[in-house]
């Protein structure tokens, strides 16, 4: 069997062309938190529906409010979500093929764990990102063409699952950056921080710690942080202040939330745990999209496009957010794996450090 060849730290670690992407990447969060087009989605959908088909939808909408949907969908949450996840496997990408992903984008070396895609450049995993997105969105339209067959009865389900499918396709892009949502409880609560945000940036009134911190660092261009030789430890990090102090406080406040979590709902249970509470934020806003599902033959047609639109929202904000924390942590990740010695540093680099 031919040996493993491990990774090594790039020369430079943040290249030009990384450094370049930080102010694009702020421009693509500015263009994101502008009003949806969701909800114009809806409203088009509805114009193209005939007034007796209209008057029907009506008449079936009018047995069931929007907090009796919210309170079958949060029940559904509770009793069946284990059905949901079952669902969600299906469209959900693995931690392997991650990395078989990754691999092909690298040379010379083979990334064996999510904590060494750091290593790889950050442009390149942006590609793979890109055709995963594509991924995603096909599946939000076959979930939502499935789910919305069903007409008003189905929505309870729909909005369950499809909104579940939002947050895994958020965990799925914090592990192409090399975050590792499966085994690392306060990363789990940061993506579903991402994923509350991406459902709602402009407002952001989540009232949480974490959230307006994940806005903070959206709103930050070039940070000097890129420039400087970064160190290894949370601690160290936070003494620098700025950016760096930033996630570092967003670390501290995941790691709290996630132990809390893991108290009430154990290891297995954490996910559930935070999707449920991410759900009961959002949920009743949810509803909202659900206008063009109301009504019977038409609903799997407007629930499919509603679905998707939603879906492309929710990944575009979650790859800008985790491709900048990766630019921003990047230096941080790679020392802090050469210090533990797993991996020797380029030479250059070392002497670099050492004039």
Same mark, same amino acid.
């Not at 069946?80 to 392997?96: C, L, M, P, R, T």
């Given at each position: 069997?031919?040996?493993?060849?491990?990774?090594?730290?790039?020369?430079?670690?943040?290249?030009?062309?990384?450094?370049?992407?930080?102010?694009?990447?702020?421009?693509?969060?500015?263009?994101?938190?502008?009003?949806?087009?969701?909800?114009?989605?809806?409203?088009?959908?509805?114009?193209?529906?005939?007034?007796?088909?209209?008057?029907?939808?009506?008449?079936?909408?009018?047995?069931?409010?929007?907090?009796?949907?919210?309170?079958?969908?949060?029940?559904?949450?509770?009793?069946?979500?284990?059905?949901?996840?079952?669902?969600?496997?299906?469209?959900?990408?693995?931690?392997?093929?991650?990395?078989?992903?990754?691999?092909?984008?690298?040379?010379?070396?083979?990334?064996?764990?999510? #904590? !060494? %895609?750091?290593?790889?450049?950050?442009?390149?995993?942006?590609?793979? &990102? /890109?055709?995963?997105? @594509?991924?995603?969105? +096909?599946?939000?339209?076959?979930?939502?063409?499935?789910?919305?067959?069903?007409?008003?009865?189905?929505?309870?389900?729909?909005?369950?699952?499809?909104?579940?499918?939002?947050?895994?396709?958020?965990?799925?892009?914090?592990?192409?950056?090399?975050?590792?949502?499966?085994?690392?409880?306060?990363?789990?609560?940061?993506? #579903? !921080? %991402?994923?509350?945000?991406?459902?709602?940036?402009?407002?952001?009134? &989540? /009232?949480?710690?974490? @959230?307006?911190?994940? +806005?903070?660092?959206?709103?930050?261009?070039?940070?000097?942080?890129?420039?400087?030789?970064?160190?290894?430890?949370?601690?160290?990090?936070?003494?620098?202040?700025?950016?760096?102090?930033?996630?570092?406080?967003?670390?501290?406040?995941?790691?709290?939330?996630?132990?809390?979590?893991?108290?009430?709902?154990?290891?297995?249970?954490?996910?559930?745990?935070?999707?449920?509470?991410?759900?009961?934020?959002?949920?009743?806003?949810?509803?909202?999209?659900?206008?063009?599902?109301?009504?019977?033959?038409?609903?799997?047609?407007?629930?499919?496009?509603?679905?998707?639109?939603?879906?492309?929202?929710?990944?575009?904000?979650?790859?800008?957010?985790?491709?900048?924390?990766?630019?921003?942590?990047?230096?941080?990740?790679?020392?802090?794996?050469?210090?533990?010695?797993?991996?020797?540093?380029?030479?250059?680099?070392?002497?670099?450090?050492?004039?």
């Amino acid at each position: 069997m031919d040996e493993i060849k491990r990774p090594y730290a790039p020369v430079p670690i943040i290249d030009e062309k990384e450094a370049a992407l930080l102010d694009a990447l702020t421009e693509r969060y500015n263009k994101l938190i502008k009003p949806s087009k969701i909800a114009q989605i809806s409203t088009k959908a509805g114009e193209l529906i005939p007034k007796n088909i209209k008057s029907l939808g009506a008449e079936i909408a009018a047995n069931i409010s929007a907090q009796e949907l919210y309170q079958q969908a949060m029940e559904l949450i509770t009793t069946g979500f284990k059905v949901v996840e079952e669902q969600a496997a299906k469209f959900s990408i693995s931690e392997k093929t991650i990395l078989q992903k990754v691999n092909t984008v690298v040379s010379d070396y083979e990334i064996i764990e999510l #904590s !060494e %895609v750091c290593f790889a450049r950050s442009y390149s995993l942006a590609k793979l &990102v /890109n055709a995963y997105k @594509s991924q995603d969105t +096909v599946a939000a339209l076959v979930e939502g063409g499935a789910t919305g067959a069903f007409g008003f009865w189905g929505l309870p389900f729909n909005m369950v699952l499809s909104t579940f499918l939002y947050f895994r396709a958020v965990q799925s892009i914090a592990m192409f950056y090399g975050y590792d949502v499966k085994n690392d409880g306060s990363e789990l609560v940061i993506a #579903s !921080e %991402v994923f509350t945000n991406a459902l709602c940036p402009a407002q952001n009134d &989540v /009232n949480n710690e974490v @959230s307006s911190i994940l +806005v903070k660092i959206m709103l930050m261009s070039k940070a000097e942080v890129v420039k400087q030789t970064a160190k290894k430890t949370w601690s160290d990090m936070a003494a620098r202040g700025g950016v760096t102090l930033l996630l570092a406080q967003m670390r501290a406040l995941a790691n709290k939330s996630a132990q809390k979590a893991l108290e009430k709902a154990g290891a297995k249970g954490l996910e559930n745990s935070l999707f449920r509470e991410a759900f009961e934020q959002i949920g009743r806003k949810l509803t909202l999209k659900t206008a063009g599902k109301v009504v019977p033959y038409f609903s799997a047609l407007f629930g499919a496009l509603i679905d998707a639109a939603q879906m492309q929202r929710v990944l575009n904000y979650a790859d800008v957010f985790y491709h900048k924390r990766y630019l921003l942590e990047k230096e941080n990740r790679i020392k802090a794996i050469v210090a533990s010695d797993a991996i020797i540093i380029d030479a250059e680099i070392v002497g670099e450090e050492e004039q």
